[in-house]
């Protein structure tokens, strides 16, 4: 264990806004000794399904018992709940919004608590910034040992987006979505390395297709492709992307979040 | 009070430059023990306003005596000094330029300071980089416990941005201006809760008008909106904002920071 | 030195994906007790050269044998090597294409290694993140004390830009280029002030000429400007700049990284 505990911190929150300073002020006026690390705050505004994808991205690289804080909240205010989640290795804070869906399907849960002990808030409390005023001072209390049942009951019917990874359409066909395209315009995809595992993993000759667009080169990393070339490869978050060698592969195929892709598992004969 | 000190720092001095890493290394070379915690780098360029709107929006939700640095710097090199400002909670440095405006009309002011002591200063100084050869070791060394008298003389005649908050037009018709549009979208208003307390409150049927748009529905949250509508509520700044439920109302009202928005507080009969 | 290690991260990860984070807890997770400076994240992908000049423009201001991380990668999973490179005041994690070439100009190198033990990496190794996978654990691993002999042989054929820097090309006359361009729009040439002195400094009369424009006027600082006008000085970074008072010259002169600039020495009668 480090002898200063440790709160990740993502949002949708910006970095020209007040946000993010006012949320680690009030974690560390509750406790002044936690180390509060950046990971992610310019996730766009809203997009609880970019800050699903990448809190799975990093969550697991951390010490066990790190403590996660996710805050991407657009019905704060609402009578939308605020989570603490335990797992078996970690802690997380979200709201109960999907936002932890993949936490959800990869770990093992040991209790979802529904923050309620309004003693323990920042007061008084903007019924738009629940960044600051509950989950940062949550946080702290966390960080200094409080027990999670300290802060509300233990509910079983949080909220789950249903992503739908890896639909089979037809002989050998199955149908998926892009979930990601990250800085570089690689496309990430919904197909993960364990659902295409399952169906018998991919194949010589297997390609996807995107806006019309066969992609039939598979390599291992980007710097093996031509100039311009599209590959599909696995990344390192465990789904397959479509990418192009220091080139922007979302660029060249026109794609955006939510289109579908295809992977033709067997060759197209 | 945290075993290590605390300094918050703030700057437009954007994410994909040596400006941020070049001050933290120089206050950690004055004092490798102190934390420094990352609020706001993509504060407009220059953009004084924003830079003072950013720090009062969170350095009171930090733990008594920490300092803040916060750093948008026009002049940096002409003869505009630079100052460290302690109050009764907090210790602040920035140019003396308006950025501390909010905290001189917020923050009970114990003394201003003009830095002179050039012994403390990073050599050979930049008349370019004041942030890393002036301003970051000078606040290493008050995180080390120097008095901050060591660093110039008391002066009182710093400068304030003067922000026409308020303004009377009329039969229960104020008048304010955009302070600031946030990442969302969110447009602020110059109308504090606290300057509007005292002319009575808002009522049922005060509405608020920008770009010749009238807007009516007072919410708690966003989330109460429908999609698309207009709505104000009091945002988390203090300040009066009209808004949309997940959308951006800026882009809605063609809103721009410094517009004229009128405040009628009696319903339009 | 200070009582927990410090090791600064910069990359072209940028700040909405789960890179940056990942690359901390795999830090992290080798050795709790370290602190992580982000210094800039937001470098345009696959940029070397922006790479080299920001990190170039910070680690001098850091502690001594602070650890400097700077992961800017386009081969990555291919045979282009990992570096950890021991100078005689700080260490530099990076890959071998490059990105450290200023380090290898400006510091006084002790050696220089290849990482090849993989018993040291985190694993599974992903080809498409070894910021995560290699360059953090090992980061980790060197702020705990392990010698660098560790992680594989002594080379010397590692990979450096060549920066043509300032080439005479006439009576008087040198030719360089835009090396970068920052936030603000200032132009900065890769005329140092150090290759300039010895071609004798600048005089009375000097001017810089860029995208047909001649820029005659030198100030110490920007605010000695007019409106609008093009200036040049001497940035803190070491090298020339043309600027403009509160205004973007990039802009105004339509400049773009990698163009020509000429310097003349000796006013032009």
Same mark, same amino acid.
């Given at each position: ?11 949708? #929150?910006?970095?020209?806004? /007040? /946000? ?39 969550? +697991? ?30 802690? #997380?804070?979200?709201? +109960? ?18 923050? %309620?002990?309004?003693?323990? /808030? ?24 409080? +027990? ?5 009951? %233990? ?76 590959? #599909? ?5 465990? /789904? ?30």
């Amino acid at each position: 264990m480090p002898s200063h505990p440790l709160i990740t911190f993502a949002s949708d #929150f910006g970095t020209r806004e /007040y /946000y993010v300073g006012a949320v680690k002020g009030a974690i560390l006026s509750v406790n002044p000794e936690v180390r509060i690390v950046d990971t992610s705050h310019e996730i766009p505004s809203h997009d609880l399904l970019t800050a699903a994808f990448v809190l799975a991205g990093y969550y +697991d690289t951390f010490p066990l018992r790190t403590i996660h804080l996710a805050v991407v909240d657009p019905e704060v205010g609402s009578n939308r709940r605020a989570l603490v989640v335990q797992t078996s290795r970690h802690i #997380f804070l979200a709201p +109960d919004n999907g936002l932890l869906s993949l936490i959800f399907e990869r770990e093992e849960v040991s209790r979802v608590i529904a923050v %309620e002990a309004d003693h323990h /808030y920042r007061k008084p409390v903007s019924p738009t910034f629940h960044g600051r005023d509950i989950f940062a001072p949550v946080a702290g209390w966390i960080s200094k040992g409080l +027990d999670i049942s300290a802060f509300g009951p %233990e509910i079983t019917d949080y909220k789950k987006l249903t992503l739908p990874g890896a639909k089979p359409v037809g002989e050998g066909v199955l149908e998926g979505f892009v979930l990601h395209i990250d800085k570089f315009g690689n496309i990430v995809t919904s197909f993960s390395e364990t659902s295409i595992a399952q169906l018998g993993g991919l194949q010589e000759g297997s390609s996807f297709n995107l806006n019309d667009r066969e992609i039939t080169r598979q390599v291992g990393c980007y710097a093996e492709g031509g100039d311009g070339e599209l590959l #599909f490869l696995l990344g390192s978050s465990g /789904y397959y992307e479509i990418a192009s060698n220091k080139k922007a592969a979302s660029r060249i195929l026109d794609a955006r979040r939510g289109m579908k892709v295809a992977l033709r598992l067997i060759a197209n004969r």
